[in-house]
């Protein structure tokens, strides 16, 4: 099995254990979890294999945007990310097409119910929460819907600390526990309602919004509608990114943190934003091998920090670089990648393959606003919320959240005072980009204790002000965005709270008290902690990873103000204390092969994943003069299948403007009136056991 059982922040709960079958063999997983899930615990990648070509079909987005994870239960076809595990399930792959079952079954419809409601949000995330939450406190009738089993949204799978402001988005605090928190202060609003396990499905002219209710039809009449279904991920065009073991990095992050399952060995991801970075740390924590991680870029477009967590962990990072291709039979063996001229055009001769099986894609995301918009072009009354609205960060996303709720209360009549204008100001400030990277002046002090922070880029963040005892630690220009310093080292009294609540590991504390020449530094470290005792040598790495020496561990500090955060003390000759960053526990990182494997056709890369149109079909049709998508689908089915479009267009418009052409002069898609796929029966208020209360 392939289950996480020690894991240095999350404790694995206590489930019921259950059997089902997969093509007839029989395997045991939890009660409740997706069945997604307990087929790659039980080492099980591939899901069936396509119609049209026989290609390996496995787990993808883990969202519920795609159909790669089809799987049949009990003789109907369902979304193995969406479907809980029940004792005895008979579940089988989709070799083909899948089949109805045969024979008619005697099923009981009935009418369908219309539920009325104030305001309806769409996800229950870090927006859609805060927005109810306003919402609830000026006692606004609310309905949120969520198509999880749990209130949080992508909180849910976030194990680190937040940045941002102690005071205004929870920094310091880790994701998840920021979504338990926002759910359990939704739980005391009487005039809040949620619905788990609910999918929007489609936005109506006559203002109705389509929803399915744990496999029963309702429909939803709001006066305003919130829409805070957060974004999607974008995909790569490349050999072999169909294989299974390629992954969203939100699937990959629903494995490991969600559902703690460990479903990787070694790991390439490519994309250098912050998503990318954590997703990286992230697979660290669960013990697993990032080969390494490559950027087209030449920077991360991630804070500093993240991409100095990872580095100090041994893990390379290869800028101006792409991947080439992902190859093996049934799931991902290998990748190669290559380095990228100026032109963002392969550089001959630069290719490298590492054994890996998993290829983690982490290259942006888009808003998942279709909600929103056809709600407008249907005169509804419609606001919209985080990531829905704008790319941001998820404490922006909570501000937004606040912003947008009280927006709504006011076109409701329910509240009358202007919307504070330090909000939007905040809003803005903790949606803003990294700033360029800057060089410190060097701390010669050589007495007493004081902090050193290695955080050398202006990102909003600042709780280590909010947490020192003595309130000496400031941030430049007193603004969350500039970078921290103590403004009298001689005030330091050594408490570490400051090495205990940083989000990006930056903080160390340096002693001098008890030897002047030997100082004792004192490191956050939140990987493999059983592994770190009393006495062992460990490498201690400056900021960019490389190895200052070997020193025994002094003194394992732990604060429960700040749980799972293990600090490691280390005496060191002074010339080095003050340049000590973290500690690395392992030293001979996986070595590319010697060769790389044979070059394939970029034009050979599958596109649309649902119809399996390659990249070369579209610029064929695009060089014959093909300039709408609607057009393009009817040539070549890409954006005909299952998902709607979701994966591929983004890559279909990228072919474009690859192709020289503008994108003011192509068409767009028009949208299907359901955004996802829906059993007829439902509508006929059939296969239903759920209800609309």
């Known amino acids: 099995?392939?289950?996480?059982?020690?894991?240095?922040?999350?404790?694995?709960?206590?489930?019921?254990?259950?059997?089902?079958?997969?093509?007839?063999?029989?395997?045991?997983?939890?009660?409740?979890?997706?069945?997604?899930?307990?087929?790659?615990?039980?080492?099980?990648?591939?899901?069936?294999?396509?119609?049209?070509?026989?290609?390996?079909?496995?787990?993808?987005?883990?969202?519920?945007?795609?159909?790669?994870?089809?799987?049949?239960?009990?003789?109907?076809?369902?979304?193995?990310?969406m479907t809980p595990l029940m004792d005895g399930m008979v579940i089988k792959s989709v070799e083909g097409l899948p089949e109805l079952p045969e024979g008619e079954s005697a099923t009981e419809c009935?009418?369908?119910?219309?539920?009325?409601?104030?305001?309806?949000?769409?996800?229950?995330?870090?927006?859609?929460?805060?927005?109810?939450?306003?919402?609830?406190?000026?006692?606004?009738?609310?309905?949120?819907?969520?198509?999880?089993?749990?209130l949080g949204g992508k909180l849910v799978l976030q194990t680190h600390k937040f940045f941002g402001s102690v005071e205004d988005s929870y920094a310091g605090t880790r994701g998840y526990e920021i979504g338990k928190l926002l759910a359990s202060q939704i739980?005391?609003?009487?005039?809040?309602?949620?619905?788990?396990?609910?999918?929007?499905?489609?936005?109506?002219?006559?203002?109705?919004?389509?929803?399915?209710?744990?496999?029963?039809?309702?429909?939803?009449?709001?006066?305003?509608?919130?829409?805070?279904?957060?974004?999607?991920?974008?995909?790569?065009?490349?050999?072999?990114?169909?294989?299974?073991?390629?992954?969203?990095?939100?699937?990959?992050?629903?494995?490991?943190?969600?559902?703690?399952?460990?479903?990787?060995?070694?790991?390439?991801i490519v994309g250098g934003g912050n998503v990318g970075l954590i997703a990286?740390?992230?697979?660290?924590?669960?013990?697993?091998?990032?080969?390494?991680?490559?950027?087209?870029?030449?920077?991360?477009?991630?804070?500093?920090?993240?991409?100095?967590?990872?580095?100090?962990?041994?893990?390379?990072?290869?800028?101006?670089?792409?991947?080439?291709?992902?190859?093996?039979?049934?799931?991902?063996?290998?990748?190669?990648?290559?380095?990228?001229?100026?032109?963002?055009?392969?550089?001959?001769?630069?290719?490298?393959?590492?054994?890996?099986d998993t290829v983690l894609i982490a290259v942006g995301l888009d808003e998942a606003n279709e909600f929103h918009r056809k709600a407008l072009a249907f005169g509804m009354s419609s606001y919209v919320a985080g990531d829905a609205q704008e790319i941001a960060e998820a404490s922006a996303a909570m501000f937004t959240g606040k912003?947008?709720?009280?927006?709504?209360?006011?076109?409701?009549?329910?509240?009358?005072?202007?919307?504070?204008?330090?909000?939007?100001?905040?809003?803005?400030?903790?949606?803003?980009?990294?700033?360029?990277?800057?060089?410190?002046?060097?701390?010669?002090?050589?007495?007493?204790?004081?902090?050193?922070?290695?955080?050398?880029?202006?990102?909003?963040?600042?709780?280590?002000?909010?947490?020192?005892?003595?309130?000496?630690?400031?941030?430049?220009?007193?603004?969350?965005?500039?970078i921290p310093y103590m403004t009298d080292l001689s005030k330091c009294i050594g408490c570490l709270s400051c090495v205990g609540i940083c989000p990006g590991l930056a903080a160390t504390v340096v002693d001098f008290r008890k030897d002047g020449e030997n100082p004792t530094v004192t490191m956050a470290y939140e990987v493999q902690k059983a592994r770190v005792e009393e006495g062992q040598l460990i490498s201690v790495t400056d900021n960019d990873g490389a190895v200052l020496g070997r020193y025994p561990v002094k003194r394992l500090v732990t604060n429960p103000k700040f749980p799972g955060t293990l600090m490691v003390q280390v005496q060191m000759d002074k010339g080095k204390a003050l340049k000590a960053a973290g500690i690395w526990l392992k030293e001979v990182p996986s070595e590319p092969l010697e060769t790389y494997h044979k070059e394939v056709l970029p034009d050979t890369a599958v596109v649309c994943r649902c119809e399996r149109v390659t990249a070369g079909e579209i610029r064929k049709a695009i060089r014959e003069g093909v300039r709408d998508l609607n057009h393009l689908k009817a040539v070549t089915r890409a954006g005909m299948g299952a998902c709607g479009s979701k994966t591929c267009r983004p890559m279909i418009l990228r072919i474009f403007r690859e192709e020289g052409v503008d994108l003011k002069g192509v068409t767009d898609r028009t949208d299907r009136p359901l955004f996802v796929e829906v059993p007829l029966g439902h509508f006929a208020g059939c296969d239903g056991g759920g209800s609309d209360e």
């Open 403 to 482: 912003i947008e709720g009280l927006k709504v209360a006011k076109a409701l009549g329910r509240y009358k005072g202007d919307i504070p204008e330090e909000w939007d100001q905040k809003a803005s400030v903790l949606k803003s980009k990294p700033g360029p990277i800057r060089t410190r002046e060097p701390i010669t002090k050589g007495t007493g204790v004081f902090p050193v922070f290695h955080c050398t880029q202006e990102v909003p963040c600042n709780p280590c002000t909010s947490v020192c005892p003595v309130g000496a630690l400031r941030t430049e220009r007193d603004e969350i965005t500039g």
């Open 1 to 81: 099995m392939k289950r996480i059982t020690e894991h240095p922040i999350l404790t694995p709960p206590v489930r019921q254990e259950v059997d089902f079958t997969f093509n007839g063999k029989g395997l045991k997983g939890y009660a409740g979890e997706i069945i997604s899930s307990a087929l790659v615990a039980n080492d099980v990648h591939v899901f069936g294999h396509h119609y049209k070509d026989g290609s390996p079909q496995g787990l993808f987005c883990a969202n519920g945007q795609c159909a790669q994870c089809m799987v049949v239960v009990n003789g109907l076809p369902v979304k193995g990310c």
């Open 110 to 150: 009935a009418a369908i119910p219309e539920k009325d409601v104030e305001v309806l949000v769409i996800g229950g995330g870090p927006a859609g929460l805060s927005a109810a939450l306003e919402l609830g406190k000026l006692m606004v009738e609310v309905l949120i819907i969520d198509d999880k089993d749990r």
């Open 187 to 268: 739980g005391e609003l009487p005039t809040v309602k949620v619905w788990l396990r609910s999918t929007a499905v489609g936005v109506f002219s006559d203002g109705l919004v389509g929803v399915v209710k744990e496999d029963r039809y309702v429909t939803v009449r709001p006066k305003v509608l919130l829409v805070a279904t957060g974004a999607r991920e974008k995909m790569l065009s490349f050999p072999g990114n169909t294989l299974p073991g390629v992954y969203g990095a939100g699937a990959f992050q629903t494995l490991v943190n969600r559902d703690l399952i460990r479903s990787s060995e070694k790991i390439l």
């Open 280 to 356: 990286g740390y992230h697979a660290i924590q669960a013990g697993m091998e990032v080969v390494a991680l490559i950027e087209a870029m030449p920077q991360v477009g991630g804070y500093k920090v993240h991409q100095d967590k990872l580095k100090r962990l041994g893990v390379p990072i290869f800028l101006r670089h792409t991947i080439v291709s992902a190859e093996g039979g049934e799931r991902v063996e290998r990748a190669t990648i290559a380095k990228l001229d100026g032109s963002f055009k392969v550089v001959p001769g630069t290719h490298r393959t590492f054994e890996v």
